[in-house]
């Protein structure tokens, strides 16, 4: 792509400030939809459904399971242990946020260079994009915060495989970060986006977020219950965020019994006609 010169400069750098500015302003305004009152009570359950049945199964597995399975698993650096150790960047928080965030700036930077329909086009694919980093990039700031409370050292840091080795406050990285696991949180988080922008990659986005958990394991980097954790932090944050952006109607709708669903047709409702105009 090449950003134009000379006199067209000017034209395209007011057209790229009204995308960048219609984006945020969108994203920032009062909600829209009149029935997202019964949106927030079927987000408030699901929430809470979840939150309880994960607070439940992780306190069993800390008791009974979590040093059970990483006896289990085979010593840290193990040659064997190659492929896990590439799959697992596929979760890695950086690297996906990074991604994400790239993608987003290209079609930022080719959005006012195009015209009509093209341009909406792409203003939606950047909506989207704009959806799938916060919905991984805001329960991963809620993980850190998390992480600096729990201090959870990481497996057989002591020496011990000791599941209630907590040192709190105790930072977000090194030896003890390992509750929540932030690949879980990444992993989950996108794999809840994805789906919930394309219904039918759902499948494939549970079996991605899987692997990238059981890669965390094997490779002793998180305890089951680290996992557990953050994967149910990864899907509530990425409900919160995709709840924000359809009482804007912003990619979503809200349909029967307050239902959330990709938006099938426009997802931009019109809300950026400004910058996608010829």
Not at 13 to 35: F, K
Not at 78 to 100: N, R, Y
Not at 191 to 220: D, E, K, Q, S
Request: charged share 15%; glycine share 8%; aromatic share 8%.
């Amino acid at each position: 792509m090449s950003i134009p010169s000379g006199a067209d400069q000017s034209g395209y750098l007011t057209r790229l400030a009204l995308v960048v500015s219609t984006w945020a302003t969108q994203l920032a305004r009062s909600p829209s939809q009149t029935d997202r009152t019964e949106a927030a009570r079927r987000l408030a359950r699901h929430c809470l459904v979840t939150a309880v049945s994960a607070g439940i199964l992780i306190v069993v597995l800390m008791i009974w399971v979590d040093a059970r399975e990483i006896a289990l698993m085979p010593p840290r650096k193990t040659p064997s242990l190659w492929p896990f150790e590439v799959l697992t960047d596929f979760g890695k928080d950086t690297i996906v946020l990074s991604l994400a965030a790239i993608l987003l700036l290209v079609v930022t930077l080719m959005a006012p260079a195009l015209h009509g329909s093209s341009r909406r086009r792409l203003l939606a694919t950047g909506l989207r994009l704009q959806f799938i980093w916060l919905a991984i990039a805001v329960p991963l700031a809620f993980g850190e915060l998390v992480k600096w409370i729990a201090g959870r050292g990481r497996p057989f840091v002591g020496g011990q495989a000791n599941a209630f080795n907590f040192t709190p406050f105790g930072g977000t990285e090194g030896a003890h970060a390992s509750f929540p696991s932030a690949h879980a949180i990444t992993a989950f988080a996108l794999a809840f986006a994805i789906a919930a922008i394309w219904p039918r990659l759902r499948g494939l986005m549970i079996a991605y977020a899987l692997v990238i958990a059981f890669t965390r394991l094997v490779l002793l980097a998180h305890h089951p219950s680290d996992v557990v954790a953050g994967a149910t932090i990864g899907i509530i944050g990425a409900m919160f965020v995709r709840y924000w952006f359809a009482v804007r109607a912003l990619g979503f709708t809200i349909g029967e019994a307050g239902r959330i669903l990709p938006a099938a047709e426009d997802p931009l409702k019109g809300v950026a006609a400004g910058p996608s105009g010829p």
